[in-house]
Nanobody
Framework: QLQASGGGLVQAGGFLRISCAAS????????RGWYRQAPGKQRELVAG????????KHADSVKGRFTVSRDNAKNMVYLQMNNLKPEDTAVYLC????????????????WGQGTQVTVSS
């Protein structure tokens, strides 16, 4: 029900915007956070979406470079990644709650299928 997309291969210093969306148009997502997992490493939080009124939490390694945004009309959440570095190479995943209005149900703590981001030096 959750899908991350938009990854790809980019040179160091470049940028990418990846997105997270629910699989049905009748659903909305409430993002909990963007995570990433590199080969041989544990999954780490990149940017977390806190309760209303507080600033988004970013990993120290991405502060000033990565930004979370959303388009409510499209029910999409984005992770804008600027000044990418080779160490940003990983599979990026979104974690969210999804409200399915058609079936009047909310699904909590869903993990989307990740999208690969590869940064070449």
């Amino acid at each position: 029900q959750l899908q991350a997309s938009g990854g790809g291969l980019v040179q160091a210093g470049g940028f990418l915007r990846i997105s997270c969306a629910a699989s049905t148009s009748s659903a909305s997502i409430n993002i909990r956070g963007w995570y990433r997992q590199a080969p041989g490493k544990q999954r780490e939080l990149v940017a977390g979406n806190p309760p209303v009124g507080r600033s988004t939490k970013h990993a120290d390694s991405v502060k000033g470079r990565f930004t979370v945004s959303r388009d409510n009309a499209k029910n999409m959440v984005y992770l804008q990644m600027n000044n990418l570095k080779p160490e940003d190479t990983a599979v990026y995943l979104c974690n969210a709650d999804v409200t399915d209005y058609e079936h009047d149900a909310t699904y909590f703590n869903l993990w989307g299928q990740g999208t690969q981001v590869t940064v070449s030096s």
